[in-house]
């Protein structure tokens, strides 16, 4: 009961806050534009997050010509596990409707599902897009470990419906957590988009030697509405649509530099000035 009443209140907050965000959305450009019809995305919101707060991202994939089916489960809140489980069936419903694989763009711990959910249905998926995702959660702010551990503490005492000490640490997710770290499966491209100015999901969290990492500025929940940030998804969805037809080997996982756009100025602070690791990507703009 009070997990749903929190669900309902972070509802009518992303509600509010999404009419602000969508007006000023803008046109995608035509090169990042999908042939109608053609390919699918499941957007997949994560902590605290509801189908409200997708909805910019989801009308601008929407008119650049992609299928997108917005799904929150739980609000982010609940069991890896249980979660994964109902987005697996979405993906299921999906895919038999459609005929075709399907992209996961995941946001935050939406990310953690879709890489997950990636190893349970590989060939009912041709990518993955991570956006502010952290991978490590040892190298999470101090604030965001503080509330897991109290939403984990809630279901301690009785609350329903929300990931427990046995999710983040027991047996109940082991296998969750496993995929959640392990190499996607030959064929699924894998992108993860991150942020220096994330202070929830810093990029040392995010950054993974099996995806290709790219760049863009804007806080946790901005990386859903920022222009570089959509068009940086929509680039990796491009590159899932042209690799989802062919395997993909271990030696074609990107770990190079493909730095783009402005070279940095001098009096930009270090963390912007530095050489991205291998395998990241400055997004166009950034």
């Known amino acids: 009961m009070l997990s749903s009443m929190i669900v309902g209140g972070l509802h009518g907050f992303a509600r509010a806050t999404a009419l602000g965000l969508d007006r000023n959305r803008g046109e995608p450009p035509e090169h990042l534009a999908a042939r109608p019809g053609t390919h699918s995305a499941l957007l997949i919101g994560g902590f605290a997050t509801t189908t409200p ?38 993906v299921r419903d999906e895919t038999d409707h459609s005929g075709r694989r399907v992209q996961l763009v995941g946001h935050s711990r939406g990310g953690q599902f879709a890489r997950s959910l990636a190893h349970r249905v590989p060939d009912r998926v041709s ?8 991978f490590d959660l040892a190298k999470l702010s101090w604030p965001m470990r503080a509330l897991l ?17 046995g999710c983040l640490v027991g047996n109940c997710c082991r296998t969750f957590r496993t995929q959640m770290h392990g190499p996607l499966p030959d064929g699924v491209a894998f992108t993860s988009i991150w942020s220096p100015d994330d202070r929830v999901a810093p990029p040392a969290a995010c950054r993974e030697p099996e995806a290709e990492n790219v760049e863009v500025r804007g806080g946790h929940n901005a990386l859903l509405t920022g222009t570089h940030a959509r068009r940086a998804v929509a680039e990796a969805l491009l590159r899932g ?9 271990r030696s074609s996982r990107s770990t190079h530099d493909r730095r783009r756009g402005p070279a940095v100025p001098a009096s930009v602070p270090p963390i912007q000035a530095t050489t991205p690791p291998s395998g990241v990507a400055r997004a166009a703009g950034a």
Do not use: N
Request: glycine share 16%; with cysteine; proline share 6%.
């Open 53 to 90: 707060l997708l909805g910019p991202l989801e009308h601008w994939l929407i008119a650049l010509g992609y299928d997108v089916v917005p799904t929150a489960v739980g609000a982010g809140l609940a069991c890896g596990r249980r979660t994964v489980d109902a987005l697996e069936s979405i």
């Open 127 to 134: 990518g993955v897009v991570t956006v502010a995702t952290p």
């Open 149 to 165: 551990g109290a939403v984990a503490g809630a279901r301690a005492t009785g609350v329903e419906g929300v990931a427990g000490v």
């Open 241 to 249: 649509t042209r690799r989802r037809s062919r395997p993909r080997s």
